[in-house]
C-alpha cells in the first residue's frame, strides 16, 4: 500500500508549479513523502536487525535490498541537504526508483526482471550488430545519392508567407 501511496504522490508532484512549496498542495504531498521515506528506512533498519549487515545471507547479500539500501541512503542524502538549504534537484529523481521495491514483493515479476537483467550482456551483441547494418546503410546511402540533393531547398521568387 505504502508503495502505491507512493506512485500516487510521485504522479501527483509538479515540480515546476511552485518551486518554494509554499501550496497547501506541495505541503500535503511533502508530508505523505516523508512518512514514504521513513517507513522505508524502518523498514531497512528492521531487516538489517534481522538478518544482519554483512557475511552470508545477510541483508546487503540480496541483490534488491541492496537497490532498498540505495533508495533510503539518497533520501537521507536529500533530506540532509535539504535542510543545509542545498537544492540538488538530481537527488530527488531517485524517487522514480522507489516503485521498483513492488518487483521485490511479486515472484513472478522478479523472476522476468532477473531474466531480463541477465539477458542484457547478450543484447549489447544485437545492438553492436544493428550499428554494424546501420553504418553500412550509410556509407551506401552516401555513395548514390552524395550531391544530389545540394541546394533543392530554397525559396521561390514569388513565394508570400
Do not use: H
Request: hydrophobic share 55%; proline share 2%.
Amino acid at each position: 500500500m505504502v508503495i502505491l501511496l507512493n506512485c500516487v504522490t510521485l504522479g501527483m508532484y509538479q515540480p515546476c508549479e511552485n518551486i518554494d512549496c509554499t501550496s497547501d498542495r506541495c505541503q500535503i504531498l511533502q508530508a505523505f513523502d516523508a512518512f514514504i521515506y521513513i517507513f522505508f528506512a524502518l523498514e531497512m533498519v528492521i531487516k538489517m536487525v534481522a538478518l544482519g549487515i554483512f557475511g552470508r545471507r545477510c541483508y546487503l547479500g540480496d541483490t534488491w535490498n541492496r537497490l532498498d539500501f540505495f533508495i533510503v541512503m539518497s533520501g537521507m542524502v536529500e533530506y540532509s541537504l535539504d535542510l543545509q538549504n542545498i537544492n540538488l534537484s538530481a537527488i530527488r529523481t531517485v524517487r522514480v526508483l522507489r516503485p521498483l521495491k513492488a518487483i521485490n514483493r511479486v515472484p513472478s515479476m522478479r523472476i522476468l526482471v532477473n531474466l531480463l537483467l541477465d539477458t542484457l550482456p547478450m543484447l549489447g551483441n544485437v545492438l553492436l550488430l544493428c550499428f554494424f547494418v546501420f553504418f553500412i546503410f550509410g556509407i551506401i546511402g552516401v555513395q548514390l545519392w552524395a550531391g544530389l540533393l545540394r541546394n533543392r531547398c530554397y525559396l521561390e521568387e514569388n513565394f508570400n508567407l
